[in-house]
């Protein structure tokens, strides 16, 4: 099941808000949340929700198992199992087909691909998993005593399938001791309502054009075409994925869990490591505290650590070479600017700054998009303008024009929308004004998200299949 869909928006969600708050005490709740997030999970692949209760079985055990054997080897060993076999599940569901193709490539050996369905998000719940056990063995949270209470954490269905990566930590005191307030009903509905419309209003329409350049062949496309689709990329990456996170931290307000932010108006840095301080901040959070800082043979490691957390963070998004190129792409300008210094950089012009890291990044979304590495060769050949020396493209093309003029108002608004102008608004309505302002601004608020979500639910009458991209990872 998908949030972007009419049967989670009108049925599956309000079943489950009317069972969870007529239920008398948080047991029951947590009950109700339980059985709805396997339901949700279980809704087009019922057989994974074996293997999503079993490493919730194995985490909560190995987790109890280290807490009862604090200071000594064993604690060790059961962190070992853990991780290994939630690591050995991730690779043998996302990566054996990678693997036995890249063999037979290297080897000249013709062993059978095998086809293995991944389950649904095992990318976001193995991490989540791996982040508490590191957490129990470093005594930053105390295991989880019952299993229920565990198995609502990993399954629980806002965050489940694609993310944000919730540390146990942010949710610990909330499983045992949450209250959600008429506000926090309120805001996080109208939270969620502005991620669908991020998805179904903005992310899928720019993706439309996207797959009409990109979708076929580009070997002939031409030079401003290129700019042109892979700007529009970028920005479907945005509003699909921060689209799904806003969805996902609105629900969990509704339900009285705070989550913490995904996304930081990542396209207003300066600098490629601030854009990734602000884009998936679950993810890049995650490598920093549990990989970077890891010791290699022995020792701490800065740069090679720092090429090792690229390498995942690129491999975790998909078993493909671009993936893995991608975040080497990315790892490099990092370390080019750990070099540099922050100093240094700070004393660049802000308009040179901001040039320089949109050009990065926009490249960088080409990379992701290009799975087939022939295309990604031609993609690199037509925005660097070498196609037109070797392959006679041209520099601009009518048809390019033609869509960028029919789709100006789709753009500009989602460039606006994309950079915090809209947050500016808000505090003006709450924090700048008096009570007339305010509620002038919350009767407005109420209003537009009735109005998006009136035009989501129209744009998805006729849309039946409509995943968000993250679901792959």
Known sequence: ???????????????????????????????????????????????????????????????????????????????????????????????????????????????????????????????????????????????????????????????????????????????DGRKATSVDISEGAMRAIIGLSKKVIVANSLYAVVEQFFGTDITNLSFLGTWYTVILYSLYVYFDFS????????????????????????????????????????????????LFYMPIFGKQRKYANLFLVWFCTGLWHGASWNFIFWGLYFGLFIFLETKIGKKRMKKWNKVLTHLYSKAIIIVGFGIFYFTDLSQLGRFFMN?????????????????????????????LFAIAVSMPLLQKVKYFFNEWGNNVIYMTGKIGGTAICCYLLVMSSILLVDNTNNPFLYFRF
């Not at 209470?149 to 806002?158: N, Q, T």
């Open 1 to 175: 099941m998908v949030f972007s869909s009419l049967y989670f928006v009108y049925l599956f969600l309000a079943v489950v808000f009317l069972a969870y708050y007529t239920r008398k005490n948080l047991k029951q709740k947590n009950i109700v949340l339980i059985i709805a997030s396997l339901v949700f999970y279980a809704w087009g692949e019922p057989i994974w929700v074996i293997m999503l209760v079993f490493s919730a079985f194995l985490n909560w055990l190995m987790a109890l198992k280290i807490g009862q054997n604090r200071e000594t080897p064993k604690a060790k060993l059961f962190v070992g199992i853990a991780i290994g076999v939630d690591l050995l599940l991730l690779v043998i569901f996302k990566y054996t087909g990678f693997l036995v193709e890249n063999v037979n490539l290297l080897l000249h050996t013709a062993i059978p691909v095998p086809q293995i369905i991944m389950p649904i998000g095992i990318s976001f719940f193995t991490f989540q998993a791996i982040s508490y056990i590191m957490d129990c063995y470093w005594e930053t949270v105390a295991p989880q005593k019952e299993f229920y209470k565990f198995l609502l954490y990993l399954s629980l269905f806002p965050q489940l399938v694609a993310g944000p990566i919730v540390r146990y930590s942010v949710i610990e005191q909330e499983i």
């Open 243 to 290: 689209g799904y996170s806003d969805i996902a931290i609105g629900l969990g307000r509704m339900f009285g869990f705070h989550f913490n932010e995904n996304f930081n108006y990542p396209f207003i840095c300066k600098t490629i490591s601030e854009f990734w301080q602000r884009w998936h901040i679950s993810l890049s959070s995650f490598f920093r505290d549990y």
């Open 383 to 411: 925005i660097t303008g070498l196609s037109m020396l070797t392959n006679g493209n041209a520099f601009a093309d009518i048809i390019t024009w033609n869509s960028f003029l029919n789709n100006i108002f789709l753009i």
